[in-house]
Nanobody, 123 residues
Framework: VQLQASGGGLVQAGGSLRLSCAASGRSFSNYAMGWFRQAPGKEREFVARVTWTGGRTYYADSVKGRFTISRGFAENTVYLQMNSLKPEDTAIYYC?????????????????WGKGTQVTVSS
């Protein structure tokens, strides 16, 4: 079972990136999915999460209105569309999957973590 995040890169402030997290080894259709990030010297922080149905989303205040999380069930993938990027969004971004919606909000006890993808926003 593996989660693989991709789509990171270097972008100027105000630009956009779309992260993907592809799941393999099993179906995650009944798992809640989330994104977290960790900047250098800082603790991991919650970014966004989506319920297993894809019907309800929740965002950190710092990204609300700029980021959108969605899931593609056919592709067994979760996406994070990031617009109006700021230098403070620079971090390694990780995806997470768990049957418990609380876990993909707090990051505690998450069943599956993906390897991170680096996002760098230049000013």
């Amino acid at each position: 079972v593996q989660l693989q995040a991709s789509g990171g890169g270097l972008v100027q402030a105000g630009g956009s990136l779309r992260l993907s997290c592809a799941a393999s080894g099993r179906s995650f259709s009944n798992y809640a999915m989330g994104w977290f990030r960790q900047a250098p010297g800082k603790e991991r922080e919650f970014v966004a999460r989506v319920t297993w149905t894809g019907g309800r989303t929740y965002y950190a205040d710092s990204v609300k209105g700029r980021f959108t999380i969605s899931r593609g069930f056919a592709e067994n993938t979760v996406y994070l569309q990031m617009n109006s990027l700021k230098p403070e969004d620079t971090a390694i971004y990780y995806c997470a999957a768990d049957r418990d919606i609380v876990a993909v909000t707090t990051g505690d006890g998450v069943d599956y973590w993906g390897k991170g993808t680096q996002v760098t926003v230049s000013s």
